[in-house]
T-cell receptor, first 113, second 114 residues
Framework: GNSVTQMEGPVTLSEEAFLTINCTYT??????LFWYVQYPGEGLQLLLK?????DKGSNKGFEATYRKETTSFHLEKGSVQVSDSAVYFC????????????FGDGTTLTVKP | NAGVTQTPKFRILKIGQSMTLQCTQD?????MYWYRQDPGMGLKLIYY???????DKGEVPNGYNVSRSTTEDFPLRLELAAPSQTSVYFC?????????????FGAGTRLSVL
C-alpha cells in the first residue's frame, strides 16, 4: 500500500537556522507529492507541490525536490523565522482515485527568537 | 472567498448523544472528504465523495455516516458518540486540475465526548 514517513518531531530551532524535515514515501507508480502546513488552530493549507521526478516545488522560501531514486521529498528552508512555527505534513496523491491523499504524521516545528 | 466552512468549531458531547458536523464549500469542487486528526497523528480518512449523491468509505468509517445531496454540502453524522471519537475533524474539498488534486481544508471542528 501507499505510505508516507516523516522524520519524528518535535523540531526546535533558533531563528535564522537551516531547516530540513525528511519525508520518504512508498507508492506504486509516480504520485504527486505535497507539503501542507498547519498553523495553530487552523486547517491544513498547501505549502508546495511537485508532480514528477526531479521537479522542485517552492514557496515562501521553502523548497522540496521530488527524488524518485530515493523516494524522498525533503522540505528545506535556509533561514527560518518565528512565524514558520507550525506542523508540517508530507503527502502524496494521484490525479485519479478521487484525489485521495495519504498523509504523514506531521512534524511540529518551533522556532525561537 | 469563503473556501471550506465547518461548523461548529467546538462541541462537547455526552456518550451516546448524536450530532452532525456541517461542511460547505463554495469552490464548486466535485470531491469532498472528512478526516479525523488525533493528537500527534496524521489525518485519517473517514468518508469521501466524488460528487452529489455518491459517497464511499475511507479508512475509519465506523460510527459515522455522510450524505452528499448537493455539490456544496457534505455533512458528517455521529450516532451514539463514544469517547474514541474525541478528535479534531477536518473537511476538505478538491478538484482535479492539470492532473493534480490539491486539497483545501476547513478550520476544523474540535469534538470531545465525555
Amino acid at each position: 500500500g501507499n505510505s508516507v514517513t516523516q522524520m519524528e518531531g518535535p523540531v526546535t530551532l533558533s531563528e535564522e537556522a537551516f531547516l530540513t524535515i525528511n519525508c520518504t514515501y512508498t507508492a506504486t507508480g509516480y504520485p504527486s507529492l505535497f507539503w501542507y502546513v498547519q498553523y495553530p488552530g487552523e486547517g491544513l493549507q498547501l505549502l508546495l507541490k511537485a508532480t514528477k521526478a526531479d521537479d522542485k516545488g517552492s514557496n515562501k522560501g521553502f523548497e522540496a525536490t521530488y527524488r524518485k531514486e530515493t523516494t524522498s521529498f525533503h522540505l528545506e528552508k535556509g533561514s527560518v523565522q518565528v512565524s514558520d512555527s507550525a506542523v508540517y505534513f508530507c503527502a502524496l496523491s494521484w490525479g485519479t482515485n478521487a484525489g485521495k491523499s495519504t498523509f504523514g504524521d506531521g512534524t511540529t516545528l518551533t522556532v525561537k527568537p | 472567498n469563503a473556501g471550506v466552512t465547518q461548523t461548529p468549531k467546538f462541541r462537547i458531547l455526552k456518550i451516546g448523544q448524536s450530532m452532525t458536523l456541517q461542511c460547505t464549500q463554495d469552490m464548486n469542487h466535485n470531491y469532498m472528504y472528512w478526516y479525523r486528526q488525533d493528537p500527534g497523528m496524521g489525518l485519517k480518512l473517514i468518508y469521501y465523495s466524488v460528487g452529489a449523491g455518491i459517497t464511499d468509505k475511507g479508512e475509519v468509517p465506523n460510527g459515522y455516516n455522510v450524505s452528499r445531496s448537493t455539490t456544496e454540502d457534505f455533512p458528517l453524522r455521529l450516532e451514539l458518540a463514544a469517547p474514541s471519537q474525541t478528535s479534531v475533524y477536518f473537511c476538505a474539498s478538491s478538484q482535479r486540475s492539470g492532473g493534480v488534486n490539491i486539497q483545501y481544508f476547513g478550520a476544523g471542528t474540535r469534538l470531545s465526548v465525555l
